[in-house]
T-cell receptor, first 115, second 113 residues
Framework: GQQLNQSPQSMFIQEGEDVSMNCTSSSIFNTWLWYKQEPGEGPVLLIALYKAGELTSNGRLTAQFGITRKDSFLNISASIPSDVGIYFCAGRGPYSGGGADGLTFGKGTHLIIQP | EAGVTQFPSHSVIEKGQTVTLRCDPISGHDNLYWYRRVMGKEIKFLLHFVKESKQDESGMPNNRFLAERTGGTYSTLKVQPAELEDSGVYFC???????????FGPGTRLLVL
């Protein structure tokens, strides 16, 4: 099946720093999604991207849909303690490994913030 | 509006036993998805229901897994008999329309000993 390569696997940063993470794929996707998961909860959608080249912001979060449709990045500016969690990228599209409508996920980026 | 709910939150069983997981989607959502995350790996799609019909079950690992959605409301995922490699977190998600946002439940953490 299709795979998404998400990096970095984990990040240890100081409060106030900016964060950047990305996902790449060998196949194209029609939609890129970024989710955040906190302990004991399910993934919560942060940003959805539907067009190649699209740049979308949600507060301190900014994500882009790569022009080749094979990659996406997520930036978090001025990190705060509540940003701690696992961030997942997910793709959906013609070559989604989960079938027509299932999402293909990356392995996640663990974000840890030191006050 | 209530979100996606899953029961139980945790389950610890012995190899060879049977476990049934339940998912209640957001009211009015026809699309229901099951996913699984095995420790250290990515979240993987298992199957997709549209109302009571299985639309895509290409991600189901083997015939020990049986998913149902009688009446098109809640869904159950039964594992029988459970094996050690079935341990992980099982997520359910629902969406109103086919291409709309999938909302995830909190997951069921299954440990098979």
């Amino acid at each position: 099946g299709q795979q998404l390569n998400q990096s970095p696997q984990s990040m240890f940063i100081q409060e106030g720093e900016d964060v950047s993470m990305n996902c790449t794929s060998s196949s194209i996707f029609n939609t890129w999604l970024w989710y955040k998961q906190e302990p004991g909860e399910g993934p919560v959608l942060l940003i959805a991207l539907y067009k190649a080249g699209e740049l979308t912001s949600n507060g301190r979060l900014t994500a882009q849909f790569g022009i080749t449709r094979k990659d996406s990045f997520l930036n978090i500016s001025a990190s705060i303690p509540s940003d701690v969690g696992i961030y997942f990228c997910a793709g959906r599209g013609p070559y989604s490994g989960g079938g027509a409508d299932g999402l293909t996920f990356g392995k996640g980026t663990h974000l840890i913030i030191q006050p | 509006e209530a979100g996606v709910t899953q029961f139980p939150s945790h389950s610890v069983i012995e190899k060879g036993q049977t476990v049934t997981l339940r998912c209640d989607p957001i009211s009015g959502h026809d699309n229901l998805y099951w996913y699984r995350r095995v420790m250290g790996k990515e979240i993987k799609f298992l199957l997709h229901f549209v109302k009571e019909s299985k639309q895509d079950e290409s991600g189901m690992p083997n015939n020990r897994f049986l998913a149902e959605r009688t009446g098109g409301t809640y869904s159950t995922l039964k594992v029988q008999p459970a094996e050690l490699e079935d341990s992980g977190v099982y997520f359910c998600a629902s969406s109103q329309d086919l291409r709309e946002t999938q909302y995830f439940g909190p997951g069921t953490r299954l440990l098979v000993l």
